[in-house]
C-alpha cells in the first residue's frame, strides 16, 4: 500500500466524534500508515483504536495514548480537536475561557515534546483564537500552524447549490472570510454559480437581495443549524476539511478552501484568521483576499471582533501583551 508519507501523524481528541473520523479518514486517503490516537479518555479511545484495526487497512499501525508525552514525541504532523465541543444555545465563542487553556497546554506540550513537528491544525473552537493560543506557546513559525476555517465557506456553497437546484460543483470559489464566527465576512464577489458571477444575480429575481441576506445569516449559523438537526456538533465535515488540510502539508493535493492563517501585515495585525492560502510541504502563505469595498469592511469589521476576542484572552492573563509576544515565541513580531 502506498502511503502519502511514512511519517507520524498524531490526532489529538481521538476519542471524541471529529477525532475518531479524523483517523479513520487520514487511513482511508492513505496520508500515512502511523497514525497516534490521543486523548485524555482511555476507555473510549480504546474502542476508537479497536475499530480502526477492524477495519483493517492494509500496512495501518494504529497506536493509541493518554499520555501526552507519548503521544507527542515524534509527531510530524499533528490535527488536534481536542477542546470543548459546542452544546445547543453555546456560540463559538462562549468556550473562549476553557478552550483557550487548553490550547495553551498544547502549545506548551509541543514545545517540549514535539518542537520539530512540521505542521499542526487546530479545529477545536474558538479556532482563530485557539490556533493563535497554539502558535505562540508552542514556539513554532507562523507557516507551521493553520486553523479550520474551510466550513463557512463549504456552507455557503451548499446553500447556493440548494437555493438554485445546482450540483455544488457548479458553485465556484465560494469563499467566507476573517473570523469563524458570528462577524465572518461572506463574499459574494469571488463566486459564480453555473458559470455566471453570484454578484450579478444578487438583486435580481433569480437572487433577492433580502433572499440573499437569509442565506448569509445560514451560512452564520450553520453550525447552529446541525446542531439543532443532529443534537450534537457538526463531526463529518470537520473531520474531512481538517485531513484536506494536513494532507496537503504533507505535500499532497493543494486545499481548496480558505485556511485560518497567523497575520501580520499593514492592514491586520498579531491575529489567526480565514484567508485565501496555499498549503504545501513549505508551509502556509497568505494570499490577501480580493473583494468589493463592502465586503472588505466587512472583513475589517470581522478582524475587529477578532482583537476584542484576541485582547479578553489577555485580559484572563492566558497570553500576554502583545508588545510580549516575540519574547515567548520569537518567530512572531
Request: glycine share 8%.
Amino acid at each position: 500500500m502506498d502511503y502519502l508519507t511514512n511519517e507520524k501523524l498524531v490526532i489529538v481528541g481521538a476519542a471524541g466524534m471529529i477525532g475518531s473520523n479524523m483517523a479513520q479518514t487520514a487511513l482511508m486517503m492513505h496520508l500515512t500508515p502511523e497514525i497516534c490516537l490521543y486523548d485524555p479518555y482511555a476507555p473510549a479511545l480504546e474502542g476508537v483504536a479497536e475499530e480502526l484495526n477492524h477495519c483493517a487497512f492494509e500496512g495501518a499501525n494504529v497506536t493509541f495514548t493518554s499520555d501526552i508525552k507519548e503521544a507527542l514525541t515524534g509527531a510530524a504532523y499533528i490535527v488536534n480537536s481536542g477542546g470543548a465541543a459546542r452544546k445547543a444555545g453555546m456560540t463559538r465563542e462562549d468556550l473562549l475561557k476553557g478552550n483557550a487553556e487548553i490550547a495553551e497546554q498544547f502549545g506548551k506540550d509541543v514545545r517540549k515534546y514535539c518542537p520539530d513537528v512540521k505542521h499542526i491544525v487546530v479545529i477545536f473552537n474558538p479556532a482563530d483564537i485557539t490556533g493563535l493560543i497554539t502558535l505562540l506557546y508552542s514556539g513554532l513559525k507562523p507557516s507551521q500552524v493553520t486553523t479550520l476555517a474551510a466550513l463557512d465557506s463549504t456552507r455557503l456553497q451548499t446553500e447556493l447549490s440548494k437555493y438554485f437546484s445546482l450540483p455544488a460543483s457548479k458553485i465556484q470559489n465560494p469563499r467566507t472570510y476573517g473570523g469563524h464566527g458570528e462577524q465572518m465576512a461572506v463574499f459574494a464577489s469571488t463566486t459564480t454559480v453555473d458559470g455566471k458571477p453570484l454578484d450579478s444575480i444578487i438583486g435580481t429575481d433569480a437572487l433577492p437581495t433580502e433572499e440573499w441576506d437569509k442565506m448569509k445569516t445560514r451560512v452564520i449559523q450553520g453550525g447552529k443549524n446541525i446542531i439543532d438537526l443532529r443534537g450534537r456538533s457538526s463531526f463529518q465535515s470537520p473531520a474531512y476539511l481538517s485531513i484536506e488540510m494536513i494532507a496537503a502539508a504533507m505535500g499532497g493535493k493543494p486545499f481548496r478552501w480558505p485556511a485560518g492563517v497567523y497575520v501580520n501585515s499593514a492592514k491586520f495585525n498579531h491575529i489567526m484568521m480565514a484567508m485565501e492560502t496555499s498549503i504545501t510541504k513549505d508551509g502556509v502563505t497568505v494570499i490577501p483576499p480580493k473583494g468589493t469595498p463592502g465586503e472588505l469592511q466587512e472583513l475589517e469589521n470581522s478582524y475587529r471582533h477578532l482583537c476584542a476576542l484576541r485582547d479578553e484572552v489577555i485580559s484572563m492573563g492566558i497570553l500576554p501583551p502583545v508588545s510580549e509576544w516575540h519574547k515567548l515565541n520569537p518567530y512572531i513580531y
